[in-house]
């Protein structure tokens, strides 16, 4: 059973920094992309940031660019989500996800999904 579990999220001011952590477990993990996708009340889902099975590259959202980090350790079946310069805006809950193929902006492209962790962001 493939488990996605994340962990880190808050309640912040605006400027203040997070960092979220997803551990995985049931599935070969260095064989997935992985990603961070964020959800707005009554919003869409949004992509966040992906990095392919080996970390050896990484996308990110326009509106996260130079200001969050995704990272993994296949060692330890994690990805990590370092959000700094933190906007109100960012506000959301935030799922990592598992994606058996390339790295993909889309959340249909993924297979598994984690439960989601709330981060808050006051002005």
């Known amino acids: 059973q493939v488990q996605l579990v994340e962990s880190g999220g808050g309640l912040v001011q605006a400027g203040d920094s997070l960092r979220l952590s997803c551990a995985a477990s049931?599935?070969?993990?260095?064989?997935?992309?992985m990603g961070w996708f964020r959800q707005a009340p009554g919003k869409e889902r949004e992509f966040v940031a992906t990095?392919?099975?080996?970390?050896?590259?990484?996308s990110y959202a326009d509106s996260v660019k130079g200001r969050f980090t995704i990272s993994r350790d296949n060692a330890q079946k994690t990805v990590s989500l370092q959000m700094n310069s933190l906007k109100p805006e960012d506000t959301a809950v935030y799922f990592c996800?598992?994606?058996?193929?390339?790295?993909?902006?889309?959340?249909?492209?993924?297979?598994?999904w984690g439960q989601g962790t709330q981060v808050t962001v006051s002005s």
């Open positions: 990095i392919t099975n080996m970390g050896g590259s990484t």
């Open positions: 996800a598992a994606n058996k193929g390339v790295r993909s902006v889309f959340p249909r492209s993924y297979d598994y």
């Open positions: 049931g599935l070969t993990f260095s064989s997935y992309a």
